[in-house]
C-alpha cells in the first residue's frame, strides 16, 4: 500500500485570515522571528495498490478539480513510501 | 499488534469470585460494588462493572437529587397541556391545534471547561437528540452560560471557545439559537456553566417513546460510528486487557459532528413520518450501556445483543469500551421485522451507516456477547431504573446568617443627578448588563424561517404554524446570587422571571424545564442549598400553574472547597395563539405613554447595584410575589390579545433604568421619564423588586389599559412619554444621549474578547 | 411558474426558500442532491447552509452533486439560477460566477441585519429593485469573505456585474465590499446575505426587503415565455 500526500495552500496574493491570526498569536506568546504564517490543508490518500504514474496522474487530477479550487488555491502533491 | 489477552465474559466471572476488580477507579462505592454482586448473584465482569458504574454515577442515576426532585411530581399542579411528563427523554406539552411541543435543558459544564469548543458542540448536539427522540423536530435552541471574572485570563479562553461552539454546531446543524443568557461571576472560574436548551414541535401522533417492546423486533443503531470518545472511566478497564501505553491515548473528549447530525435529524424525521420505528433513544452519556439498558427497561420484555456487529471508527475498541463509548450523533431505534427493509432504504437514502447489532427478547434480560460469548447478562432495570437513592445529609451552612445580615443598606448610595448618571452609565457598561451582542451575533438567529423574536428580547419567540400563526414564546433564567442569599427565594425568583419574561411578549406560561447547577451533594451545605432551591421550585411552579416537565440537575460543580454559586436555571415556555401579536422589548412610537407595572420597594439584596458598585454580595434577594406575577402576566398577555401595548420590558437585573435603557436603545428613539412622587431617584431607577415591567401605550388605547390594570387592582404608574429625540431624559435627574448609551452599553464585550 | 430548491446533505435554507417563493406567488419543487433531473422547472434556487459539513470547501463537494451538472447546463442555456449564501459558494465551486469565498476577516461566524446597496437592478432576480436602491437582509456566515484576482475585480466592476455592495460596515473583509455578483447574461446571481429571511413582517428582521428577488425571477420567466 502507498500513500499519496496533497498539501493544498492558498496561493500567495490571497489574503488568509486564519494564517495572519495563527501569527498574531505567534507575537502574543513570545515566539520570536516569525516573517508570516500561512494555513494549509493536508490530504493523506492510501492508495490500494502502487503509485503507479497512472495512480498519480488520477490523484493528481483530483487534487485539481476537487481537493484545492484553482480560483484561490494551489496544490503540491508527492507520493510516500512505507520505510 | 496488541492483543486480547482474555474476554471477562460472565461465565468467566462465576468462575472467578475473587478477581480484585476496580470499581473504586470506576467511582463505585463499596456499598455500591457490593450491591451489583449481590443483584447478580457473582461478581460483575469487567462490561458489566462498566455499565453499572456508569449508569450508577450521578450524572446518570440522579442518586443524590432524586429523592428531593419527586417533589417536581408530588406538587405538580394539574395542567392539561402535559401529555408526557417527567422521566422521559424530555416532556411534551400540547399547545394546540394538534400540535406538541418538547423542550429541556442539560448542562456540559465539565467539558466545555476541559475543551471548550467541543464541550459546548456536543452539549447542543447532545440536547438536540434528546428532543428528536421523542419524534419531534428540533426547532430552536438556547444557552444559558455563566463565566468567571469576563477580564480573567481563563475566561478569555473559554468563553470565545464555548461561544464558538455554541455557533459552530448549533448554525451548521440550522437551529435558530433564540436566546439564552451570559453572566459572569467569580464562582465560576475553573467551573463554567454551559447549559443548553433545544426545543421541538411534533403532532401530537408522533410522539415517540423510548422503549423496546415486540419479541423478535430488531434493535439498530445507526448515525456516525463508534470510535473511542469520552470513554474516560471505561479506559481503567480496557488497561487491564491492553498495555497502559496505548489506553491513555483514549481521548476523553467528544468531538461533534453537526453535518452527522443534521443528516441523522432528517433521517429520523422521515424515519418517524413513514412510521418505521418503534421505539428510539438517543445515544449520550454512557452511550450503548444506556441506550440498551434504558430501552429493555422501559420495554416489556429483554433485548439480545450482539456486540460486534457495532460499527467500529476504531477497530482496537474493547467490548468494555464499545459499550462505554460516547461517540455523538448515534441513535438506537426498535424496528419490526417487516419494516426493516424500509427502515434500511431510509437511512441509505440519506447515507447513514447502520447495523442491526440485536434483538428484542422476552427473557427480561439484557444480554450482550462478543462473538458468541456472553459479557453482560443482567436484568436491565437494575441498571437503568434502580441504582441507589441517597438522602445525603444536609444542613443550613454555620455562614448563612451572616450572609443575610450583611445587608446593603449600610451602602453608600448615589444621590446628585451626576451621581445616578454615572451610575447607570457604570451599570449599563458592566459585564453582566452590558450588551450580549459579541455572543449572539455568532449564532444564527433566523434559520428555518420562523423566529419571531430572538435575543436580546426578553424571550424568543417561534412561529410554529404558518397558517394560524401559533406560535411559543421561550425564556431562561436564574440568578446565582439571588439562590445563595436564599436559595428558596431564589429558586422562585428564577422562575418568577422567566416566567414574566415569556409573559412580556404576550405569551401564556405553560411549562418548565430546569437544569439545577449545584456544588458537591457531599457538602452539606451545598445539599441544603439544592434542596431547599428544589422545594422553592415545586413550590412556586405549584402557585403559578407551570409543571415542571424535566430537567437535568449538574452536581460537583466546584473548585476545590469552593462551590459554583447555587444556579438553578429555569426555562418556561410559554404559547402565543397568534404570533403576529407577539410584544416586542423596543420602544418604537414617539409619543406613546410608558407605564410602570408593580410595586417598587428599596430592594438591593443581591442586586447589580450592589455587586457592580461596591462588589457587594448580602442582604436577602428581592421579595418574591407569585400572585402579583401571575397577574402580571394575565395582564401582559390581555394587553397583547387586545392590542393595547406596543412594547414591553421585563423589569429586573438593574432594576428600571436599566429596563428604560435597552427599551430606547433597541430601535434608538428616547423617552422622557419622570420620577413619580414621593419615590427616592435611585430606589426608582436601580432596585429590583420583582413582578415589574414597562410598557408603552399607544394613546388611543391608554384608558383600556389602565381600566384593565385598575380592575384587576395591579400598580401602574404613567412614569414617562416616547420621543425620537436620541435621549433617555429622566426629568430633574439625569439624561444621556443614545449614542452615550450605546457606546457604554455595546463596547463593554468587544473591548475584552477582540483584544 | 416552478422554482426548484435544491437540497443538499447540510443544506438549511431549504425549506426558506421554497417559502419565499410561495409567498412571491410561484410555485416550489423539490430537487435532490443526487436527482440529475430538474423537473422541468423554470429557474432553481441554491439554497444557504452547510452542505457536506462545508467539510472540504464551502460549497465544493455540493458542486459534484448529480444535480448540479444539470444545474450547470441548464444556467448555460439561460435559466435563471440564484446561489445564496452556500448556494453562492456552489456557483463559484462550480465556475459559473468568478471568484470564491474565503473565511471571515474577523474569522467569526457572523449573524447582522445587513444592509446592501442593489448596484444592478437589470438581472433575472434583481429587477424588482432601483438601482442603487438600499435593502436590509439578514447576512449569516462564516466563510463569507469575497475574493477573486484584481484583474477579475475590475472586469466585474467594469461590466457592471457586482450585483450587491454591502452598504455601510463591511462584515466579512469581501473585497471591493462585493456582497453579490451576477454572470454576464444576467441570469445566475449569487449573494452572501439571505434575501428569502426577509420576506414576512412577523418573522426575521421584520423587512420583506426580499421579497423582491423572487418576484423579480417571476416576471423574468413571463417574459422569457412571451419572448
Known amino acids: 500500500m502507498s500513500r499519496v500526500v496533497v498539501d493544498v495552500m492558498l496561493k500567495p496574493e490571497i489574503l488568509d485570515p486564519q494564517g495572519k491570526a495563527v501569527h498574531g498569536a505567534f507575537d502574543r506568546l513570545g515566539f520570536d522571528g516569525v516573517a508570516s504564517v500561512r494555513q494549509g490543508k493536508r490530504f493523506e490518500i492510501e492508495l490500494t495498490g502502487d503509485a503507479g504514474p497512472e495512480a498519480v496522474a488520477e490523484i493528481e487530477r483530483a487534487a485539481s478539480t476537487l481537493l484545492s479550487n484553482p480560483v484561490i488555491e494551489d496544490y503540491t502533491l508527492h507520493v510516500e513510501t512505507e520505510a | 499488534m496488541t492483543t486480547h489477552r482474555e474476554l ?56 443524590s437529587s ?59 448536539g447532545g440536547i438536540v437528540r434528546d428532543i428528536l427522540a421523542m419524534g419531534a423536530r428540533p426547532v430552536a435552541v438556547m444557552d444559558p452560560l455563566r463565566f468567571g471574572p469576563m477580564d480573567a485570563d481563563d475566561t478569555k479562553r473559554v468563553l470565545p471557545g464555548v461561544v464558538a461552539g455554541v455557533g459552530g454546531y448549533g448554525n451548521c446543524l440550522g437551529l435558530p439559537n433564540i436566546g439564552g443568557e451570559v453572566v459572569f461571576d467569580p464562582s465560576y472560574a475553573a467551573n463554567p456553566l454551559v447549559n443548553a436548551l433545544c426545543v421541538g414541535v411534533m403532532r401530537h401522533e408522533d410522539i415517540h417513546l423510548a422503549s423496546a417492546s415486540g419479541v423478535g423486533n430488531k434493535v439498530v443503531l445507526f448515525g ?112 419490526t421485522p417487516e419494516n426493516l427493509d424500509a427502515f434500511l432504504a431510509v437511512t441509505g437514502k440519506w447515507d447513514v451507516e447502520t447495523a442491526v447489532i440485536g434483538e428484542v427478547t422476552g427473557t427480561g434480560r ?48 448615589p444621590s446628585t443627578g451626576a451621581e445616578l448618571r454615572d451610575t447607570l452609565l457604570r451599570m449599563l457598561a458592566s459585564p453582566n448588563l452590558a450588551s450580549k451582542a459579541w455572543v449572539t451575533d455568532q449564532y444564527d438567529r433566523y434559520v428555518l424561517g420562523n423566529t419571531v423574536l430572538a435575543q436580546p428580547e426578553d424571550a424568543g419567540v417561534l412561529r410554529l404554524d404558518e397558517s394560524s400563526g401559533l406560535g411559543v414564546a421561550v425564556s431562561t433564567d436564574g440568578n446565582g446570587r439571588y439562590t445563595k442569599l436564599d436559595p428558596y427565594t431564589g429558586a422562585q425568583l ?12 404576550g405569551a401564556r406560561p405553560l411549562a418548565v424545564t430546569d437544569c439545577l447547577n449545584f456544588g458537591s451533594p457531599e457538602d452539606p451545605a451545598v445539599m441544603w442549598q439544592f434542596a431547599e432551591a428544589v422545594r422553592g421550585l415545586a413550590d412556586a411552579c405549584q402557585v403559578l400553574g407551570t409543571p415542571v416537565t424535566g430537567g437535568n440537575v449538574s452536581l460537583y460543580n466546584q473548585t476545590g472547597e469552593a462551590a459554583i454559586l447555587p444556579t438553578p436555571v429555569v426555562g418556561v415556555l410559554g404559547v402565543l395563539d397568534d404570533v403576529g401579536r407577539r410584544i416586542p422589548q423596543g420602544f418604537r412610537e414617539p ?58 420590558h421585563d423589569v429586573s437585573d438593574g432594576g428600571v433604568a436599566q429596563a428604560l435603557a435597552e427599551a430606547v436603545l433597541r430601535h434608538g428613539t428616547g423617552a422622557r421619564v419622570w420620577v413619580p412622587d414621593g419615590v427616592d431617584p435611585f430606589v426608582f431607577l436601580f432596585s429590583e423588586s420583582q413582578a415589574r415591567a414597562i410598557v408603552s401605550v399607544p394613546r388611543s388605547e391608554e384608558v383600556r389599559f389602565t381600566d384593565m390594570c385598575t380592575a384587576r387592582r395591579f400598580g401602574h404608574q404613567r412614569i414617562g412619554v416616547v420621543d425620537d429625540g436620541g435621549v433617555l431624559d429622566v426629568q430633574n435627574v439625569l439624561a444621556v444621549g443614545v449614542d452615550e448609551l450605546r457606546n457604554a452599553h455595546e463596547s463593554t464585550l468587544p473591548a475584552v474578547f477582540d483584544a | ?133 438600499r435593502i436590509v437582509v439578514p447576512l449569516k456566515n462564516i466563510d463569507g469573505c469575497y475574493v477573486a484576482d484584481e484583474r477579475t475585480l475590475d472586469q466585474l466592476e467594469g461590466e457592471g456585474r457586482v450585483a450587491f455592495r454591502y452598504d455601510g460596515h463591511n462584515p466579512n473583509g469581501s473585497l471591493r465590499d462585493i456582497a453579490g455578483v451576477t454572470n454576464a447574461a444576467g441570469n445566475v446571481v449569487g449573494l452572501m446575505p439571505h434575501p428569502e429571511h426577509a420576506v414576512e413582517p412577523t418573522v426575521g428582521p421584520g423587512s420583506t426587503d426580499g421579497l423582491g428577488f423572487f418576484t423579480s425571477v417571476l416576471e423574468t420567466i413571463e417574459g422569457m415565455a412571451r419572448a
Not at chain 2, 439484557?366 to 447478562?377: A, M, Q, R, S
Not at chain 2, 442582604?619 to 387586545?642: C, F, H, K, Q
Open chain 2, 366 to 413: 439484557l444480554v450482550i456477547d462478543w462473538h458468541g460469548e456472553t459479557i453482560v447478562d443482567v436484568d436491565p432495570r437494575t441498571v437503568a431504573h434502580e441504582g441507589p437513592v441517597y438522602e445525603r445529609p444536609y444542613a443550613r451552612p454555620a455562614w448563612q446568617d451572616e450572609l443575610q445580615a450583611a445587608s446593603p443598606s449600610a451602602l453608600p448610595r
Open chain 2, 494 to 505: 428564577a422562575l418568577a422571571e422567566a416566567y414574566r419574561n415569556v409573559a412580556t411578549t
Open chain 3, 1 to 133: 411558474m416552478r422554482i426548484g430548491v435544491v437540497t443538499f446533505p447540510g443544506s438549511l435554507d431549504d425549506r426558506d426558500a421554497a417559502r419565499a417563493v410561495r409567498l412571491a406567488g410561484g410555485d416550489a419543487v423539490e430537487l435532490w442532491h443526487a436527482d440529475a433531473d430538474l423537473h422541468g422547472v423554470d429557474a432553481v434556487v441554491l439554497p444557504g447552509g452547510f452542505s457536506y459539513g462545508d467539510y472540504l470547501r464551502a460549497g465544493a463537494i455540493a458542486g459534484m452533486a448529480p444535480v448540479m451538472r444539470a444545474v450547470v447546463d441548464a444556467a448555460r442555456g439561460g435559466m435563471p439560477v440564484l446561489g445564496i449564501c452556500n448556494g453562492f459558494q456552489v456557483l463559484c465551486e462550480t465556475h459559473l460566477l468568478p471568484g470564491a469565498m474565503i473565511r471571515n476577516d474577523r474569522l467569526r461566524f457572523v449573524c447582522r441585519d445587513q444592509p446592501l446597496r442593489v448596484e444592478n437592478a437589470d438581472t433575472a432576480w434583481t429587477s424588482a429593485y432601483e438601482p442603487g436602491e
Open chain 2, 8 to 63: 471477562d465474559t460472565t461465565d468467566a466471572a462465576a468462575k472467578t469470585p475473587d478477581q480484585a476488580q476496580p470499581w473504586d477507579e470506576l467511582g463505585l462505592k463499596e456499598h455500591e460494588y457490593t450491591r451489583i454482586r449481590d443483584i447478580l448473584g457473582r461478581r460483575p465482569t469487567n462490561s458489566e462493572l462498566a455499565m453499572y458504574s456508569v449508569m450508577w454515577s450521578e450524572h446518570c442515576s440522579y442518586k
Open chain 2, 224 to 335: 456516525a460510528r463508534t470510535g473511542g470518545d469520552g470513554i474516560g472511566g471505561a479506559s481503567i478497564l480496557a488497561s487491564e486487557s491492553f498495555d497502559d501505553s496505548k489506553s491513555s491515548k483514549r481521548p476523553s473528549v467528544q468531538v461533534g459532528d453537526p453535518f452527522m447530525e443534521k443528516v441523522l435529524i432528517e433521517c429520523c424525521l422521515e424515519l418517524f413520518e413513514r412510521r418505521l420505528v418503534d421505539g428510539i433513544q438517543d445515544l449520550g452519556a454512557a452511550g450503548i450501556s444506556c441506550a440498551t439498558s434504558e430501552l429493555a427497561s422501559n420495554g416489556d420484555g429483554g433485548m439480545h445483543v450482539d456486540l460486534e456487529t457495532v460499527l467500529l471508527r476504531d477497530p482496537t475498541l474493547t467490548p468494555g469500551e464499545i459499550l462505554m463509548s460516547e461517540s455523538q450523533e448515534r441513535m438506537m431505534g426498535v424496528v
Open chain 2, 591 to 648: 409619543g406613546q405613554v410608558i407605564y410602570l407595572l408593580g410595586e417598587t420597594g428599596d430592594e438591593f439584596g443581591g442586586s447589580e447595584w450592589a455587586w457592580v458598585t461596591h462588589g457587594h454580595l448580602g442582604g436577602m434577594p428581592p421579595s418574591v410575589d407569585l400572585d402579583a406575577e401571575r397577574e402580571l402576566a394575565e395582564i401582559l398577555v390581555n394587553a397583547s390579545r387586545d392590542g393595547l401595548v406596543d412594547a414591553a
Open chain 2, 66 to 124: 432524586k429523592a428531593h426532585l419527586r417533589q417536581f411530581g408530588q406538587k405538580a399542579p394539574a395542567s392539561d397541556a402535559l401529555l408526557v411528563g417527567m422521566g422521559e427523554n424530555a416532556g411534551v406539552v400540547d399547545i394546540g391545534n394538534g400540535l406538541a411541543v418538547t423542550f429541556k435543558v442539560e448542562s456540559h459544564n465539565h467539558p466545555s471547561y476541559v475543551e471548550p469548543y467541543q464541550g459546548a458542540a456536543t452539549g447542543v
